[in-house]
């Protein structure tokens, strides 16, 4: 797993005011497996990750490479983009983005 990745998943699970333990017992992993995911110290099965995920209230989104950066934009923009009215300067729509042939 990154450090991005590990970095992502320590502050789910921290926004959610769980520790490893309770992240693991949810998940059905061992602490120690949760320890070394959030150290970026190992790489989980997808498995892993979807049951890690959930545990979080999270779903795996898997994203065509083409549309990575927009998604991502539009994440760190706090989901702001579609509601914003459209003028001069503004963003287009991820769903125009999304959906451009």
Do not use: C, N, W
Request: cysteine-free.
């Amino acid at each position: 797993m990154s450090f991005s990745h590990a970095h992502a998943l320590r502050e789910a699970r921290r926004s959610l005011g769980l520790s490893q333990e309770e992240l693991a017992r949810r998940a059905g992993l061992s602490r120690l497996t949760v320890q070394k995911l959030e150290a970026g110290a190992i790489d989980p099965r997808v498995s892993t990750l979807v049951v890690l995920l959930r545990a979080l209230e999270l779903e795996l989104v898997l994203v065509p490479s083409a549309y990575k950066e927009p998604v991502e934009t539009f994440v760190r923009a706090g989901a702001r983009a579609v509601s914003q009215p459209a003028g001069v300067g503004a963003p287009p729509s991820i769903v125009d983005v999304l959906t451009k042939p």
